[in-house]
């Protein structure tokens, strides 16, 4: 009886030492998702952009936070000041909200880059928009003359 015992208190050790650490890892998960919004907001500040500005090709951009989270990661091709295709090669997002099919639709909806904040999906609008910010800076397009 007394082996049995040894063997259901080692058994609740190794429970709550399992259930803390995915505890810890939880909540640094949501504080990396959450950090990792607010510095693309701070990246992006008021940056709009203007399609006329903007040369016919194909751009490529991704926004990494604190050099460990890949944020998003886009490619787009602009033709005539409109947008002719928009990829994401990957986006941090919250699980079912197609956050992706809700910004494509939005910058559709207005032919621009520029698109207002998703509501319930902030922090994905605001890494989609400094990987777009990254890919225009970058300027290396591929001009279609």
């Known amino acids: 009886m007394a082996r049995g015992y040894s063997i259901m208190k080692t058994f ?11 505890v810890v890892l939880l909540f640094l998960s949501f504080f990396l998702f959450n950090r990792s919004g607010k510095i693309a907001k701070q990246y992006v500040g008021s940056y709009k952009v203007p399609m006329n500005k903007v ?8 926004f990494t936070v604190l050099g460990i989270i890949k944020g998003a ?23 079912n909200f197609s956050v992706k099919e809700k910004i494509l639709k939005a910058m559709k909806d207005k032919s621009t ?25 970058k300027k290396v397009s591929t001009d279609k003359k």
């Open 12 to 22: 609740k050790i190794i429970f709550k030492i399992s259930l803390a650490f995915f």
């Open 55 to 62: 040369k016919d090709g194909t751009y490529e951009g991704s």
């Open 73 to 95: 990661h886009v490619r787009f091709e602009i033709k005539n000041n409109d947008i002719e295709s928009f990829t994401f090669l990957s986006l941090l997002e919250t699980p």
């Open 113 to 137: 880059l520029h698109f207002d904040t998703i509501t319930g999906a902030t922090i994905s609008s605001n890494l989609t928009k400094a990987a777009i910010k990254n890919a225009l800076s």
